[in-house]
């Protein structure tokens, strides 16, 4: 659910709202954390397609050979480990949708081989010996400047040109400020029911933090902080002191001058420490590792590396 009270963000909705009835791919910018994602679902459920499961895939998260599987598919015996078939994503969304997220990290190999599906409309699999005609609406998403990529030659002109039918620019968090209370408390109330806690609210102070912070991370970055808050707050109210906000000063490298103090929440490490700190004496390393949100091999990991034995 998209949460906004913002002209522009409203318009936005509309926009794609009216375009997700066509077939016409649709590329969606913004930063990190501002709700790209969120956007291309929406597409699809308010399409004609969202019947059929959605599916995506992070083109920054994996290496070209094992992306480019996931994406057309292989047949068996075609490389080395192959050994069964593979549908890849674009099979598997047939008449559906597919995301393509953070897709000008796709080497240019594979955007070649892109550009040719999203024109022909059929796939080859690796080692495959016939086309597979497909039936796919894309949508990619990039927090990258785009035109400054095909200037450097790392991102095809014509691929930019076919994924860009509609375009959806999202604007970060900072410069719709409005929303922050509003998203703050949805995220809250998710938080909330996550780790089975009883409703709590934020103070006044609490909301005037929220709102005076420039938030880098956008709507991501509000997430983690309300998570931490909701696990650190031991009262019915969430305070300043709950969201983990600190104060570190900002250094002129160049004259080793103070210049000020720059607020930011808590680093990840922090966090860390703070909520082992506080839940080890009660949890075993299973319920530590889920009020995290990571595994124990990580939970043992981190431990390792910051130093902090686990109890008794």
Not at 7 to 33: D, W
Request: charged share 30%; with cysteine; hydrophobic share 35%.
């Amino acid at each position: 659910r998209i949460v906004t009270q913002n002209e522009e963000m409203k318009k936005l909705l509309q926009f794609a709202e009216n375009v997700s009835y066509s077939k016409s791919t649709v590329l969606i910018m913004g930063e990190t954390g501002t709700g790209k994602e969120l956007f291309a679902r929406y597409i699809h459920q308010c399409s004609p397609r969202s019947e059929k499961p959605f599916m995506a895939v992070n083109c920054a998260a994996l290496p070209e050979g094992l992306l480019e599987s996931e994406l057309f598919g292989h047949e068996k015996g075609s490389f080395t480990g192959a050994t069964e078939s593979k549908e890849g994503k674009f099979e598997l969304a047939n008449h559906s949708s597919l995301l393509l997220d953070e897709v000008t990290e796709m080497s240019p190999p594979l955007q070649a081989k892109l550009l040719r599906v999203l024109q022909e409309h059929e796939v080859d699999k690796i080692g495959g010996r016939a086309p597979i005609p497909v039936d796919v609406r894309v949508i990619a998403t990039s927090n990258r400047d785009i035109r400054k990529r095909i200037q450097d030659q790392e991102f095809r002109e014509d691929l930019y040109y076919r994924l860009n039918v509609f375009e959806l620019n999202l604007p970060p968090l900072r410069e719709r400020t409005s929303d922050t209370e509003q998203l703050a408390n949805a995220i809250l109330t998710k938080m909330c029911r996550r780790i089975h806690r009883k409703a709590i609210n934020f103070s006044e102070e609490a909301y005037q933090k929220l709102n005076q912070y420039h938030w880098p991370g956008n709507v991501r970055e509000l997430e983690n902080v309300i998570e931490r808050a909701v696990i650190l707050c031991t009262d019915k109210v969430i305070q300043v002191s709950d969201l983990g906000f600190t104060t570190t000063p900002t250094i002129d490298t160049a004259n080793s001058k103070t210049l000020g103090k720059l607020e930011h929440p808590l680093s990840l490490d922090d966090y860390f420490i703070e909520v082992v700190k506080k839940f080890q004496p009660q949890f075993n390393e299973t319920e530590l590792s889920k009020i995290l949100g990571i595994s124990r091999k990580n939970l043992w990991e981190r431990r390792l590396r910051l130093n902090i034995p686990s109890r008794e």
